[in-house]
T-cell receptor, first 113, second 115 residues
Framework: DAGITQSPRHKVTETGTPVTLRCHQT?????MYWYRQDPGHGLRLIHY???????DKGEVSDGYSVSRSKTEDFLLTLESATSSQTSVYFC????????????FGPGTRLLVL | AQSVTQPDIHITVSEGASLELRCNYS??????LFWYVQSPGQGLQLLLK??????LVQGIKGFEAEFKRSQSSFNLRKPSVHWSDAAEYFC?????????????FGAGTRLTVKP
């Protein structure tokens, strides 16, 4: 498995506060992804990065922003958390190439009160 | 629309029994196909993948999956289930995007194993 860590692993916050989740990888993978997992929906892509400072939106990007200032770190920010953003967030990485597989981190459980 | 359907939300099988988890996809071409497993509180672990070639794919932990183009299916099988297989299973596909940004996941099938 790719060396992917996420921090924090659990977080409780209040509506309206900013929240930043961090994904760190040691595999030097070019691509990084943020997903959210909700019951009945599987995983849905929030944002992804195809290189340092190169990011793009996914399927459910509203209310989220991302940054990638170096290869190993990909940050997900909720500028003003809402209860609808209560979810489990997964980071994934993939190397370059058509047949690369995505590898997932352990997840961050976020509760917005 | 591109989508993955896992018709069974929850399946219960007895330990030692065979298992088949169903997966159907909707995509305009033959996608790359995956099965992941998620144990409680854990991330997703890749079980197996299909890119091309032999339509019967072997994975880890004794799992296999068969790609059937005519049925747009990629069902996961195991001949004898172990208690440790209890988990949630996700079928996924991705298309031909070079950025690998078009993964689509099914809603998951939760597997319970009875002693």
């Amino acid at each position: 498995d790719a060396g992917i860590t996420q921090s924090p692993r659990h977080k409780v916050t209040e509506t309206g506060t900013p929240v930043t989740l961090r994904c760190h990888q040691t595999e030097n993978h070019r691509y990084m992804y943020w997903y959210r997992q909700d019951p009945g929906h599987g995983l849905r892509l929030i944002h992804y990065s195809y290189g340092v400072k190169d990011t793009d939106k996914g399927e459910v990007s509203d209310g989220y922003s991302v940054s990638r200032s170096k290869t190993e770190d990909f940050l997900l920010t909720l500028e003003s958390a809402t209860s609808s953003q209560t979810s489990v967030y997964f980071c994934a990485t993939a190397g370059q190439g058509y047949q690369e597989t995505q590898y997932f981190g352990p997840g961050t459980r976020l509760l917005v009160l | 629309a591109q989508s993955v359907t896992q018709p069974d939300i929850h399946i219960t099988v007895s330990e030692g029994a065979s298992l088949e988890l169903r997966c159907n996809y909707s995509y305009g071409a033959t996608p790359y196909l995956f099965w992941y497993v998620q144990s409680p509180g854990q991330g997703l672990q890749l079980l197996l993948k299909y890119f091309s070639g032999d339509t019967l794919v072997q994975g880890i932990k004794g799992f296999e999956a068969e790609f059937k183009r005519s049925q747009s299916s990629f069902n996961l099988r195991k001949p004898s289930v172990h208690w440790s297989d209890a988990a949630e299973y996700f079928c996924a596909f991705r298309g031909l995007s070079y950025n690998n940004n078009d993964m689509r996941f099914g809603a998951g099938t939760r597997l319970t194993v009875k002693p």
